[in-house]
């Protein structure tokens, strides 16, 4: 399934937050290298490892790189300015995704989803827009 992916906090009957999750990326500024950019993400204060901060810092492992690689890209390439380039094709809180938080400012449509007639049952649940 392909689009945006988006994690809403439901309380009761009421989303009261939303999270757009997207994948780990670089943005290029056209003379740094792929590597460089991931390094220079890293220096984040918000990411590091282990759980003790709110991101995970972005990995220069295998599966990076054979994402990549899929691509046609490798670390020493540089993209353009502004070319968003994705490490990995799926986003996980747990490794290195970049998490924007939305405000409740959203669509009268998003924040009255029937979410009353999901019957939670205890235990998280999906909903794909």
Known sequence: MTGKEYRFLVMGDQV????HRVPANIVGDGIHTIEQL???????????KGYK???EK???GEAE????KNHAMGWNDIPH???V????????LVREETVSILRMKCQTA???LPFNQLKLQERPYVVWI
């Open 53 to 55: 901060t709110p991101l």
């Open 110 to 112: 998003i924040r009255n």
């Open 81 to 83: 300015s502004g070319e």
């Open 38 to 48: 991931v390094h220079e993400k890293n220096k984040d204060p918000l990411r590091g």
């Open 16 to 19: 009261v937050g939303v999270l």
């Open 65 to 68: 790189e054979m994402f990549l």
């Open 85 to 92: 380039i994705y490490l990995r094709e799926n986003s996980n």
């Open 58 to 60: 972005i990995q220069l």
